[in-house]
């Protein structure tokens, strides 16, 4: 029995993008879960594969300008801005 590929980056981009195109409505909560289960149905092990990874990869997609924030979970802005009002 040969071992499961571990996913590089790329290979998250390519699932990240099937997952927002197969379920456009998928809630934040449910996206690593989603993208998790699509690297496993492809071959890929992902054990290893951590929520704080997916979420890298998918910040540097929308901050690329690869993606639309969809999720709407990237912040805009330089260090410390969260986009508040300030008076």
């Given at each position: 029995m040969s071992k499961k590929p571990y996913p590089h980056n790329t290979d998250i981009k390519e699932?990240?993008?099937?997952?927002?195109?197969?379920?456009?409505?998928?809630?934040?909560?449910?996206?690593?879960?989603?993208?998790?289960?699509?690297l496993e149905e492809k071959g890929f092990f992902v054990g290893l594969v951590t929520?704080?990874?997916?979420?890298?990869?998918?910040?540097?997609?929308?901050?690329?300008?690869?993606?639309?924030?969809?999720?709407?979970?990237v912040q805009r802005g330089g260090s410390g801005d969260r986009g508040e009002n300030v008076f």
């Amino acid at each position: 029995m040969s071992k499961k590929p571990y996913p590089h980056n790329t290979d998250i981009k390519e699932i990240i993008l099937e997952v927002l195109s197969k379920h456009p409505l998928v809630k934040p909560e449910e996206f690593v879960d989603r993208v998790k289960e699509a690297l496993e149905e492809k071959g890929f092990f992902v054990g290893l594969v951590t929520a704080k990874r997916v979420w890298k990869v998918y910040e540097d997609m929308v901050k690329g300008g690869d993606i639309y924030d969809y999720l709407g979970v990237v912040q805009r802005g330089g260090s410390g801005d969260r986009g508040e009002n300030v008076f």
